[in-house]
T-cell receptor, first 111, second 106 residues
Framework: EAQVTQNPRYLITVTGKKLTVTCSQNMNHEYMSWYRQDPGLGLRQIYYSMNVEVTDKGDVPEGYKVSRKEKRNFPLILESPSPNQTSLYFC??????????FGDGTRLSIL | KNEVEQSPQNLTAQEGEFITINCSYS?????LHWLQQHPGGGIVSLFMLSSGKKKHGRLIATINIQEKHSSLHITASHPRDSAVYICAVSFVDMRFGAGTRLTVKP
């Protein structure tokens, strides 16, 4: 079964405490993305990766880092989280000219 | 002006009605995606189109590349179709419409 797995699903943390949201896929897809979803703003792309060691900024990359050391994993790193990064985050494969598969989402609250 | 515009923003229908959601875009694309998000947050890809028309069950999606316009149709709507429908366009990156909140009443 095609799966995109994000962890954690929920996280409450404090300003400045580094965190990582993991994302793993079992479809051998080259293209992976991170999105955030905010009320009134919809989905916005944070970073995407077209292949191993190839990453690029989306619409809202400030305050985030990503890495793509292997095809299946695409972690999202918040080095110094701030309250304006409180959001619902989705990892997905596909995009470009491929259908997308989304993870279940990570609800992140930064106090 | 957003690069991807959806209409309507909200739509309420009675069960059985034919529904149309529209999406217009202003950028060059390689494909257009229709997504569905139910309350509770999970997102499912319904269609990916680069030309013409696709059908899956009661859902039909069309795209007119020259006019930069796509429509999502739901025939014989049902309360379980109640969700937010999101149009997205892709070239290298992804751009999203604001979504259409559909409520189908029994």
């Amino acid at each position: 079964e095609a799966q995109v797995t994000q962890n954690p699903r929920y996280l409450i943390t404090v300003t400045g405490k580094k965190l990582t949201v993991t994302c793993s896929q079992n479809m051998n897809h080259e293209y992976m993305s991170w999105y955030r979803q905010d009320p009134g703003l919809g989905l916005r792309q944070i970073y995407y990766s077209m292949n191993v060691e190839v990453t690029d900024k989306g619409d809202v990359p400030e305050g985030y880092k990503v890495s793509r050391k292997e095809k299946r994993n695409f972690p999202l790193i918040l080095e110094s989280p701030s309250p304006n990064q409180t959001s619902l985050y989705f990892c997905a494969t596909g995009g470009g000219d491929l259908p997308q598969h989304f993870g279940d989402g990570t609800r992140l609250s930064i106090l | 002006k957003n690069e991807v515009e959806q209409s309507p923003q909200n739509l309420t229908a009675q069960e059985g009605e034919f529904i149309t959601i529209n999406c217009s875009y202003s950028v060059g694309i390689s494909a257009l995606h229709w997504l569905q998000q139910h309350p509770g947050g999970g997102i499912v890809s319904l269609f990916m189109l680069s030309s013409g028309k696709k059908k899956h069950g009661r859902l039909i999606a069309t795209i007119n590349i020259q006019e930069k316009h796509s429509s999502l149709h739901i025939t014989a709507s049902h309360p379980r179709d109640s969700a937010v429908y999101i149009c997205a366009v892709s070239f290298v990156d992804m751009r999203f419409g604001a979504g259409t909140r559909l409520t189908v009443k029994p």
